[in-house]
């Protein structure tokens, strides 16, 4: 059974820019969200998708946005980067139902130069 | 404001005996917890988890027992071998709608031969 899938894996920008990262969850799977992990920060939670509507919302600016497909695929976008935005962006997908364990991908690494 | 605390950064511990890692929350109503274990470079793998009707709850070598009263829950490794050396978070989630979880920062667990 395939896992979740994150592309890219690696992603070098530069201040100012923006950026779109992809996730396909796996099959069956309707909840998508995604976290950034910085060090010393843990995984800190960005969004929920679930049926392609955002259920839950993390405590980040609105330059992080996201969107989910009919397929269940999603979509994160960073506009107007900042060096602070440099972290480990990792998607995670769930069956339906409240404490449903999720299932990372590994990950796309962001640097901002 | 972390709801999900690990304030353990690391744990070394021998080949054969027991690591304890714990976690600590704030937050009275999460009713799902659960342990990730991630290795470098690759997304957290989901462990085990338990629901706030349990008090303990086991898979193979691994025992996760939660005190609500305590807002405290630990992982036992028995016996800890080097393949466990990795990052573990603690994560829980309710209280809400969706499929929300909060992390914790992790502790990084160094198994010595």
């Known amino acids: ?113 | 404001d972390q709801q999900v605390k690990q304030n353990s950064p690391s744990l070394s511990v021998q080949e054969g005996r027991i690591s304890i890692l714990n976690c600590d929350y704030t937050n009275s109503m999460f009713d799902y917890f659960l342990w990730y274990k991630k290795y470098p470079a690759e997304g957290p793998t989901f462990l085990i988890s338990i629901s706030s009707i349990k008090d303990k709850n086991e898979d193979g070598r691994f025992t996760v027992f939660l005190n609500k009263s305590a807002k405290h829950l630990s992982l036992h490794i028995v016996p800890s071998q080097p393949g466990d050396s990795a990052v573990y978070f603690c994560a829980a989630s309710g209280g809400g709608t969706g499929n929300q979880f909060y992390f914790g920062t992790g502790t990084s667990l160094t198994v010595i031969p």
């Open chain 1, 1 to 113: 059974k395939a896992g979740v899938t994150q592309t890219p894996r690696y992603l070098i920008k530069t201040r100012g820019q923006q950026v779109t990262l992809s996730c396909s969850p796996i099959s069956g799977h309707r909840s998508v969200s995604w976290y950034q992990q910085t060090p010393g920060q843990g995984l800190q939670f960005l969004f929920e998708y679930f049926s392609e509507t955002q259920r839950n919302k993390g405590n980040f600016p609105g330059r992080f946005s996201g969107r989910q497909f009919s397929n269940s695929r999603s979509e994160m976008n960073v506009s107007t980067l900042e060096l602070g935005d440099s972290a480990l962006y990792l998607c995670a997908s769930s069956r339906q139902g409240v404490g449903q364990p999720q299932h990372f991908g590994d990950g796309t690494r962001l640097s901002i130069l």
